[in-house]
């Protein structure tokens, strides 16, 4: 369990909810051929789609790019041509707009692509030493961008419930600025029994709540941290709550206790990451 350095008597701000699901210690549904995971068939955007280009895990099937992104790739020492085992082709801009959703702002480079493998939980938190839960955050805007704090901050792992989580498609990985290739994740059914895995595996379990009974930054936490994040709205669910190992709040000047939970991601993990260092 964590424990005070001194309690705290600043105002808080915690995640707009935060919380966390289950998980079977079987492989997880959701990231199957077929399922969410590969609903949308194009990822987009210089960072997106060359993280998945030297992703090892992906299987790349169509590139699509125009003559100015092409040259832009150039510039930067990588040349898709060479590789001879996808298709590639250039494209005017608005036929590749044509391919994604309306307003998908694709800088003129476009890649179909094998979805992410499957994993359990085992297999994502094997060498972490700082985990991301996230308990039914729908909206692929803040799960790319929480991907994208989890992989400058070095939380190479992050869990998600198999429902109610966006597909990890164009908008997610976009959001995810190369952070969707970085960061192995775990789809789970039941996230209180990720939880309680999580525990077996050595990691103290915090979650993340404008209520937490202790300041984030008064913790003594364990080397292995698992950090739990609910949708915002909802918040932790009660039993993701009950499961935690300790409430965590992060520290406010103003009136306001809560961030957006994408803000409040980067907050917390950057914090775990300064102490880590």
Known sequence: MSRRKQPSHSRSAGAAPN?????????ARGASKGSRAGDDSYLYGFHAVLAALNNPARQAERLCLTRNAEAELSRQGTNPARAADFRLEIMENEDIAALLPPGAV??????????????DVAEVCEDATRVVVLDQVTDPHNFGAILRSAA???????????RNSPPFGGALAKAASGGLEQVRIARVINLVRAIDELKELGFEVIGLDGDGEASLPD??????????LGA??????????????LLARLPAAGTMKSLNVSNAAAVALYELFRRAT
């Open 19 to 27: 919380a966390a699901h289950a998980h079977k210690h079987g492989r």
């Open 106 to 119: 694709h800088q003129g480079i476009a890649l179909r692509t094998s979805p992410l493998p499957e994993r």
């Open 152 to 162: 400058v901050f070095g939380a190479t792992a992050l869990i998600t419930t198999d």
């Open 219 to 228: 913790l003594e936490l364990s080397p292995r941290v698992a950090l739990v």
């Open 232 to 245: 915002e709205g909802a918040g932790l669910r009660r039993l993701t709550r009950e499961h935690c190992d």
